[in-house]
């Protein structure tokens, strides 16, 4: 089963073309941000998919709009590959430990979107990023794939390593929870 979706999005603010494919490969990530080229790359490998991505975004701004366009690309991308959902786990959860910070991210691919994020931030920037990007991102994933999402950083004292374990928690918690182990949908409603 191919679970594969390709999205192109031009807006006066960003310029996207993206392929994702539910399978492990090579990604190939370009956005102009390269702390963010590192998070979407970590969140695709420890996700178990394959994502080639390029933005074109006006970074003479600020980084908002290319993080923020990215996710909802990201997430309608994601929503199409899933199809109807058929036979997949559905919930799931991960914990990630980076150094001197624990994260957490518990999701459900319901068709319900909803973010709740609790992770305070100790430095306002990561490189070329502004670390309250990642909420922004993490909203526009969600809210455009379909999901619940909870993500928490329970401690931490550096802003990269509490970011670069959100993205890789998001991505171990998305390998589970697409997983087909049946063939019906994971719902007593029966509908996702």
């Known amino acids: 089963m191919m679970r594969y979706a390709e999205i192109n999005r031009k807006t006066k603010e960003t310029d996207i073309s993206l392929k994702l494919t539910l399978t492990p490969g090579e990604s190939k990530i370009d956005t102009g941000l ?33 993080v923020e366009d990215c996710g909802i690309v990201l997430g309608k991308a994601f929503a199409e590959a899933l199809g109807d959902k058929k036979g997949i786990r559905r919930f799931a959860s991960a914990y990630v430990p980076m150094d001197e910070a624990l994260c957490f991210c518990a999701l459900d691919v319901s068709g319900r979107p909803y973010l709740v994020f609790d992770a305070v931030m100790p430095q306002p920037m990561i490189g070329d990023y502004d670390s309250c990007l990642t909420k922004e991102f993490m909203r526009a994933f969600c809210m455009n794939a379909g999901i619940t999402l909870h993500l928490k950083a329970h401690y931490g004292d550096n802003a990269h390593h509490i970011t670069e374990g959100l993205y890789k928690a998001l991505g171990l918690a998305i390998r589970d929870a697409v997983r087909v182990e049946g063939e019906g949908v994971t719902s007593t409603k029966g509908v996702l």
């Open 34 to 66: 390269g702390f963010f080229d590192h998070m979407l790359t970590a969140f695709a490998f420890y996700g178990g998919m394959q994502l080639i991505l390029t933005c074109k975004g006006d970074l003479q701004v600020d980084g908002h709009h290319t």
